[in-house]
């Protein structure tokens, strides 16, 4: 693994950030009722990038309000004049998105290749596809005239702060409704700087309200009468928290929560195609990836060739500067999710797996954690079992197809798994077979805003993408 930091090409001085960023509220920025704010800060360099509103409950009820107000003749537009907003917003994306990319890649700690050539590609093909759809309703199979639901309070996480808001608004907008809509605590930015596009975009007043702060704005967001529906990201503790306070009201809910998956490598497959994937699977964003393959199952006879080859690729990635074009792995996104990773790596030390990195030498300032394998991992150790959210694969192995889908299967999330074969007629069948949400063949993390996205079992449910996506915001 080498470590000499080429000085960032992609330099920061593309973005402008401000000291200090307010809420969102009505096509206004303003502070919090209280005053409050809380710092936002690189993870790669545990520097400040500015301060931001904690938003209150009262703070909440606002944007809420501004929300209802906008909502009516938000709603009662043409579809096609929502699509020229919608179509606006998507292309003010592509345009300003080098200073995008690094405002991302700044505050979520992610490589700059990613937020360059995955993230804001998506997030404007997001915006793109749903503008397609705004004056098409009646014709994605819902009957005539399907409503919008209202006001949608939208909770999102920290992982891809902007593809997640894309996610979210893309679809409430292009049916009508308006949002409120709060990002993580750690990744506020990039939510601001899109609240600013939709000013740059002219949309309305009050269609989109962007209330940044911590968990408790996330609840009182949640919990708020005046709320219509409630869309989350996040964690499976806090989706299930979220589905009790919203049972017994009349707000529709969908919930995209955590994963477990398994990438599964049969005998025949392409073994350095399958290696490409599997990295990709689980270091992709550091694996901090609802759907990462964070379960390597290999069939047995080709267990040490796979590894090797898979151990030879794992020394060749470049940790380090995100900001640097050539850098595979960045930072972790905070202090807590890299206790979190390193506290679940040492319990699959202590429950007897074997853990193997490359040399790696990490850097000093910021939150670091280099990519990891497990090997001989039972299905009983926790590595197995609970989402590490981190650069962090547990590898098992198996014998025969059904023993593969049967340890597949076994776990408590059902959202992503991949297939690695060359017989046509194994990929459907093994894929029938598997309790996922988003099976993949021979590739992996392959997203595109056509495709629905989403789990089962505790990894939620509901579906975003594809026309599917539409569902969750209209009245059907
Ligand atoms: P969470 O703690 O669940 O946070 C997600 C969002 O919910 C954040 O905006 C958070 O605010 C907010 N929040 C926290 N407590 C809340 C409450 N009681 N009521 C309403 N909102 C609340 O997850 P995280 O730590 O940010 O992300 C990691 C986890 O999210 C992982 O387990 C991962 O699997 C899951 N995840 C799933 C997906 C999909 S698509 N299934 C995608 C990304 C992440 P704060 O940030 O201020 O705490």
């Not at 593309?14 to 303003?30: H, K, N, Q, T």
């Not at 990744?187 to 702060?213: E, H, M, W, Y």
Request: with cysteine; hydrophobic share 45%; net charge negative.
């Amino acid at each position: 693994m080498a470590f000499e930091y080429a000085p960032a090409p992609e330099s920061r001085a593309v973005v402008d950030i401000a000291p200090s960023y307010g809420l969102f509220i009505d096509g206004e920025f303003r502070d919090a009722s209280d005053g409050k704010v809380f710092k936002t800060l690189s993870p790669s360099s545990e520097e400040v990038l500015s301060e931001v509103a904690q938003g209150s409950a009262e703070d909440v009820d606002a944007a809420v309000k501004a929300a209802r107000k906008a909502f009516e003749k938000w709603s009662a537009l043409p579809g096609a004049e929502r699509a020229k907003y919608l179509f606006r917003i998507a292309r003010i994306i592509q345009e300003r998105s080098r200073e995008l990319a690094v405002l991302e890649t700044l505050d979520n700690g992610k490589p700059i290749r990613e937020t360059r050539d995955a993230d804001l590609p998506l997030v404007a093909a997001h915006f793109f596809y749903y503008a397609g759809w705004a004056d098409k309703l009646d014709h994605a199979g819902y009957g005539p005239n399907p409503k919008a639901l209202g006001v949608a309070g939208q909770v999102i996480p920290w992982n891809f702060p902007l593809l997640m808001l894309a996610w979210k608004i893309a679809p409430a907008l292009a049916t009508g409704n308006t949002v409120v809509l709060k990002p993580a605590e750690t990744t506020p930015l990039s939510a601001l700087f899109f609240a600013d596009i939709c000013r740059q975009a002219g949309l309305p007043k009050g269609v989109v309200n962007i209330v940044t702060g911590d968990g408790s704005t996330g609840a009182a967001l949640v919990e708020h009468p005046g709320v219509d529906k409630v869309a989350f990201t996040g964690s499976t503790a806090v989706g299930k928290a979220i589905a009790r306070s919203v049972a017994g009201t009349d707000k529709k809910l969908t919930l995209e929560l955590g994963g477990k998956g398994a990438n599964i490598v049969f005998d025949d497959a392409p073994i350095d195609q399958a290696v490409e994937g599997i990295v990709n699977g689980i270091f992709f964003n550091q694996g901090q990836v609802c759907c990462a393959g964070s379960r390597l199952l290999v069939q047995e006879s080709i267990q040490d060739e796979l590894l090797d080859a898979l151990k030879r690729r794992l020394s060749t990635l470049r940790l380090g500067d995100p900001l640097d074009k050539n850098t595979d792995i960045g930072a972790i996104n905070s202090a807590e999710q890299l206790a979190r990773i390193k506290a679940l790596a040492d319990s699959g030390e202590a429950e007897g797996a074997e853990r193997w990195a490359p040399a790696c030498e990490l850097p000093s300032a910021g939150y670091w954690f280099a990519p990891t394998l497990f090997l001989n991992v039972t299905q009983a150790h926790r590595i197995a079992r609970e989402e590490i959210f981190g650069p962090v694969l547990s590898v098992l192995t198996f014998r025969t197809p059904a023993e593969a889908v049967a340890k597949a299967n076994n776990s408590q999330y059902g959202l992503s798994a991949g297939i690695w074969t060359e017989k046509g007629s194994r990929i459907l069948s093994v894929a029938n077979s598997l309790r996922a949400g988003v099976v993949w063949a021979n590739t992996f993390n392959k997203f595109d805003p056509t495709s629905p996205f989403g789990g089962y079992k505790e990894s939620g449910f509901g579906r975003e993408g594809g026309r599917h996506g539409l569902e969750a915001y209209l009245d059907v």
